[in-house]
């Protein structure tokens, strides 16, 4: 089962953003670019560990933590995920997802701490390499 397949039939704790993501599969290609290296359209090309070093720089690296680790996904609001990446950041998920800006940064919230804990199986942060094929192929299976 792929990522994507997760994500829809939210296994694994996802309940509650399969519809988000079945109703704006732009917000999850929108989170990978984020997450991505090679894209930079939203945040720069910091990928997933420039994420993790803005969750600690704004004391928010145990959030990041528990999302990596195998336990349960603490959630985070809209304002705290404003806080780590920053308003322009969410305006460019907004866009690219095709959302309000308060919109998209409940959405993001809603998706993040799941799709992070499902790209860093056993509580490991794969290589970049590994990292940028299962993104691939997430935006793949979206059609993008």
């Not at 996802?14 to 894209?39: C, E, F, H, W, Y």
């Not at 404003?82 to 095709?98: E, N, W």
Request: no cysteine; proline share 5%; hydrophobic share 40%.
């Amino acid at each position: 089962m792929g990522l994507l397949d997760s994500l829809l039939k939210g296994s694994g704790g996802l309940a509650g953003i399969a519809d988000v993501v079945a109703k704006n599969p732009q917000l999850v290609a929108a989170a990978v670019s984020l997450l991505s290296t090679r894209d930079s359209s939203v945040g720069g090309t910091g990928g997933l560990g420039g994420l993790i070093g803005a969750f600690q720089k704004s004391g928010l690296g145990d959030v990041m933590s528990q999302w990596i680790s195998t336990g349960p996904n603490p959630p985070i609001s809209a304002d705290q995920l404003t806080k780590v990446l920053g308003s322009d950041v969410i305006g460019q998920i907004a866009q690219k997802a095709g959302l309000g800006h308060a919109e998209a940064g409940s959405a993001l919230a809603a998706v993040l701490p799941s799709l992070i804990d499902h790209l860093t199986p056993n509580g490991k942060v794969p290589d970049t390499n590994a990292l940028e094929g299962t993104l691939g192929s997430l935006l793949s299976s979206l059609g993008r």
